[in-house]
């Protein structure tokens, strides 16, 4: 039973949170995977928040309730070290993009579709517009120092023919596919095996835990899922975030002295 044969012939007001679990019921039925129906009903919920703050279709969204065994996830990410290494065996061009998305979180979509004028170089911050975040919110993130080089470096070339911060030496759009391939290449080189380009989100994620930043406030560095966590981390100011990504700062800071550091002594006692 897909999405269309669900709500396909129903108006916004008769997609009810009964109908919305009657279609979950009958995915369950057909064996689907707990991930499946969610990523479905995540394009449900963007499509009525689009309608929602876009038309003024709708007051409220219907509540979506997702399955909890869906929630486990993959957690793999990158140690510094594997991450320095991953960045010696990418080209030029992917070096930046996988970079942004490592610092940043946001998801390969995200980095490749970013405007120049979406990014603030002297607030030292990204914005998203609603359309490009799976709960329909604008999101401006605070951006941490490595990733700010990137981008401060690829904003001194501006492409006549391209908006985009990353883009060919021709001004011509990268592609996922191109960035899949050229990543995967890299990944090869490297010796890195079970890793994937989502998984840099996660290595933001860890190395934020890691630094001692706590739950909530990666979870609104992140961008919250719903309006519901919205609401529940409203109170966290870009201040505070601000302050967390000084925190992460400071940590790999500590962590690529100690790098360096033993590099060199290896150096010095080699033949």
Known sequence: MCLENCVGNQTLAQITPALIDEFKQKRKGEKDK????????????????????????????????????ADTKRL??????EYHKLLKHCEAWLKGIVTV??????RK???????????????????LDGSETKNGENLIIPV???ALEVLK????????????????????KITPMQVQRAFKEALK???????????LRHCFASWNRQAGVDLDTLADLMGP?????????????????ASAISQLEKSYGEISTNLAQSNEKELQHSP
């Open 153 to 172: 470096e690829v904003s001194r070339v501006v492409h006549i023919n391209s908006p985009y911060v990353f883009c060919h030496e021709d001004g011509k």
């Open 225 to 241: 899922k719903d309006t519901r966590m919205t609401r529940r981390y409203a109170h966290i100011g870009p201040k505070h975030l």
């Open 101 to 106: 998305a490592a610092w940043t979180g946001l």
């Open 34 to 69: 707990p991930a499946t129906i969610v990523r479905t009903l995540n394009i449900l919920k963007r499509m009525l928040n689009l309608a929602k703050k876009r038309r003024m279709w709708l007051r409220e969204v219907p509540p979506i309730e997702m399955e909890r065994q």
């Open 76 to 81: 793999r990410y990158l140690s510094y070290e």
């Open 109 to 127: 979509g995200n980095v490749l579709n970013r405007k120049r004028d979406q990014v603030n170089i002297f607030a030292k911050t990204i914005s």
């Open 144 to 146: 941490a120092a490595p």
């Open 189 to 199: 080189k490297a010796e890195i095996q079970d890793f994937r380009f989502h998984d």
